[in-house]
């Protein structure tokens, strides 16, 4: 997902191992994630997406970066129910949560696993069954 305030710009969902970058968009005061290759297209994240930072993350804070002091993160939304409110979230291992809009610009991630998508249908496989013995 891309948070409420990126509507207003061209997104596309994340790919698995992709690297992405926390970036702003021109037209918004949003911060939110980006591909290297393409600054101006969000990069939208579904709840469950794991990613992690080249180094420690960090988050803007009023006078300074504060270090997270975590690599490895879970997309969330959070507060759902303000709907003029940031929601996408990063939870970190150490239980850190960090709205995506706080994030530090300029920093890399790698995209390890996108969650289970419940419309997809599981891949079933058959085996064939062994030919019945023939009686002479």
């Given at each position: ?28 005061k ?11 297209t ?15 993350a ?15 993160a879970?997309?969330r939304q959070?507060?759902?129910?303000k709907?003029a ?33 419940p419309?997809?249908?599981p ?14």
């Amino acid at each position: 997902m891309c948070d409420y305030s990126l509507h207003v710009v061209s997104s596309r969902p994340a790919e698995s191992a992709e690297t992405i970058v926390t970036s702003e968009f021109v037209g918004t005061k949003t911060r939110g994630f980006a591909s290297p290759a393409d600054p101006t297209t969000a990069v939208c994240l579904r709840p469950g997406t794991e990613v992690v930072f080249e180094t420690n993350a960090y988050s803007e804070g009023l006078l300074f970066r504060r270090s997270i002091g975590q690599r490895l993160a879970r997309f969330r939304q959070i507060d759902l129910d303000k709907p003029a409110q940031h929601h996408d979230a990063l939870e970190f291992a150490n239980g850190t949560i960090v709205l995506v809009t706080d994030l530090a610009i300029g920093q890399r991630a790698t995209v390890l696993q996108l969650p289970v998508d419940p419309a997809e249908k599981p891949v079933t496989t058959t085996t064939a069954s062994a030919p019945e013995s023939v009686l002479a």
